[in-house]
């Protein structure tokens, strides 16, 4: 290793193989001081240059990247140009993507000195809040930055959603806000149309109570004090109403007068109606004559309700109405009525009504047609009806014995009968007669115009004719009063006459006596007539039958059966006998020996 002495001066080119070091203490303070001092010329290495203390220079050229990787970077220039078209901030080093979020902001802090103070601005991003932020006063700690006040922008448009402006100033100006508040001047000079959509109030300082805004044909509007005052006393719309407006001239305050809302509710009407004789209301129905035969005719007044709702009565003599059927009331007889306000309950007189219609027709229809004070109302009322006469006769006569079979010993009995009038019909008198031409048999069933009753006791085998021509009465209805037109018969028809079995128990073989009181069946006796056993063996089942063809068997004597685990097992008789019961000759049958309650049939 060679020393070089202080002061020593190589001429010409020098060449170091491994390294130089200069042992000196001189610090560079400018180009020429220092350990190591170029008087002339420049400095070329191949290598990095490693400053352990700085690296100063007048002016630097970097044609190569430029790393920079310490904490801070002073740059005390006057001026920096930069050509880079982007300026990236806020980054991983050398140019890597963000992998977290550090919380920082972004942005350049811009220092000015106001008022004795030093004072910092913002300019970037607000990471906190996610959004844009310039700010005239703010605070930084560790890259983050607090804003102490907003700064202001001046600028010639501004584009893009305004929803949350305020104090704004502009000389073209769209804005489409719920709310918009103006304290300030607004200058529409140059505009030939603002438009103002749907609000519910609009607040302009200035003027006072009462006063509105008016116009001097050149633009200029300012507030004056009121003429005429509009108000309303409508809180809501009620569908169906009509709005009205009622003009005050008299009120001193407001000498063009006081003109006042009003709703006017749904007009509705309701008629109802009914008749009405000698003051009292008897219904909806009537009877159309109080006597048709006489032709006399049940006439009746109308008491008709009218009832109006948010509007009052205004009669239009000459062309209002109120129709019952084919009478129409107009003119003087409508207005003799005195409807008027809301309506009321009014009594129309039958002598405005037409005879022969409203007050005979089966159905007479109600309407009215009558003008109010706000317009025509028209309504339907209670159809009324007159009851049509029904005259009086005799429709039917029937009768009918109270049995429909009598056994040979006992035909006599009595049988029912009824007329049959027409509707609403009310007798007064007549009589009523039965016969049997045949056998010469006749009577009288009534002489008081009793309409229903009982015969006295008869042959129920034969048939009779029950006849009447004299019922007198009233008809339904108002019909009045005649006798029947014409001769009514009806017909009781006969009972059947039957020869029936008679059956009993004894515990003897000796026959017993038959009577007509001894049980017996209700019909004749035919095939299938049956009587049971005893369970007794010793027991006898006694069994008298016709001996003469009655005519449903014939000849005297009768076969019988009982039947057994579903076969039939023929009986002969045990014993045999005869006998008369009430003039009919009948054989009798016993049957003995049976240990159960058995059914013994006729056979033939």
């Not at 005239?136 to 907003?150: A, E, P, R």
């Not at 109403?241 to 001193?252: G, L, P, Q, R, Y």
């Not at 002489?447 to 009233?474: N, P, R």
């Amino acid at each position: 290793m060679a020393l070089l002495k202080s002061g020593t001066r190589i001429y010409g080119n020098t060449t170091i193989d491994t390294f130089l070091n200069v042992d000196g203490s001189n610090a560079a303070t400018s180009a020429s001081t220092g350990a190591i001092v170029l008087s002339n010329g420049g400095l070329g290495v191949h290598g990095n240059i490693y400053s352990g203390a700085g690296l100063f220079a007048t002016d630097a050229t970097i044609s190569g990247n430029l790393t920079v990787g310490g904490t801070v970077a002073y740059i005390n220039v006057t001026n920096s140009y930069l050509k880079d078209s982007l300026i990236e901030l806020g980054g991983n080093s050398n140019g890597g993507a963000l992998t977290a979020d550090d919380n920082k902001d972004r942005g350049t802090i811009l220092h000015y000195y106001e008022s004795g103070s030093a004072i910092d601005a913002f300019m970037g991003w607000d990471n906190s809040n996610n959004e844009f932020a310039l700010a005239s006063n703010v605070t930084v700690t560790d890259n983050v930055v607090t804003i102490n006040q907003l700064g202001n922008v001046r600028a010639n448009m501004f584009f893009g959603n305004g929803s949350q402006l305020s104090g704004v100033v502009a000389d073209t100006l769209t804005l489409l806000v719920a709310n918009l508040s103006i304290t300030d001047n607004v200058n529409f000079s140059g505009v030939s149309n603002v438009t103002v959509g749907n609000v519910s109030n609009i607040k302009l300082d200035g003027g006072s109570a009462g006063q509105f805004l008016k116009t001097d044909g050149a633009g200029n509007v300012s507030f004056a004090s009121v003429q005429s005052l509009v108000q309303s006393n409508i809180t809501n719309i009620v569908a169906g109403s009509a709005i009205a407006i009622t003009v005050d001239n008299a009120n001193a305050t407001y000498p063009g007068g006081v003109f006042t809302l009003e709703q006017l509710g749904p007009i509705s009407l309701t008629v109802t109606d009914q008749w009405n004789q000698s003051g009292s209301n008897i219904g909806t129905s009537k009877n159309a004559y109080a006597n048709y035969i006489a032709t006399t005719v049940n006439t009746s007044n109308i008491k008709i309700t009218l009832s109006l709702a948010n509007a009052t009565f205004n009669i239009n003599a000459s062309s209002d109405t109120i129709t019952f059927g084919s009478s129409v009331l107009t003119g003087a007889n409508l207005t003799a009525l005195g409807i008027s306000g809301s309506g009321g309950t009014y009594t129309i007189p039958s002598t405005y009504l037409t005879a022969a219609n409203t007050q005979t027709n089966s159905s007479v229809a109600a309407s009215v047609s009558l003008t109010t004070n706000r317009n025509t109302q028209t309504g339907t009322g209670t159809t009324l009806t007159n009851n049509q006469p029904i005259p009086f006769n005799v429709t039917a006569l029937s009768g009918s014995f109270s049995s429909a079979t009598v056994p040979y010993f006992s035909l006599n009995q009595t049988f029912n009968w009824n007329s049959t009038a027409t509707s609403g019909a009310a007798v007064a008198s007549g009589n009523v007669t039965y016969a049997n031409v045949a056998q010469s048999i006749s009577g009288s069933l009534s002489s008081v115009g009793a309409t229903s009753g009982t015969s006295s006791s008869l042959d129920s085998t034969l048939t009779y004719t029950i006849t009447s021509s004299d019922y007198f009465g009233a008809g339904g209805y108002g019909a009045g009063s005649r006798t029947m037109t014409a001769t009514v018969n009806g017909t009781v028809s006969p009972a059947t006459k039957y020869y029936p079995l008679f059956y009993q128990i004894t515990s003897s073989s000796a026959v017993p006596a038959f009577t007509t009181s001894t049980t017996r069946l209700s019909v004749n006796v035919a095939i299938g007539t049956s009587a049971t056993t005893s369970a007794t063996p010793s027991y006898y089942l006694w069994m008298a039958t016709p001996s003469t063809n009655t005519g449903t068997l014939t000849g005297a004597n009768r076969t019988f059966k009982h039947i057994f685990l579903g076969s039939d097992i023929v009986d002969t008789p045990d014993v045999t006998s005869s006998t008369t019961i009430s003039g009919q000759s009948y054989n009798i049958y016993g049957f003995t020996n049976f240990s159960v309650a058995t059914p013994i049939l006729v056979t033939g």
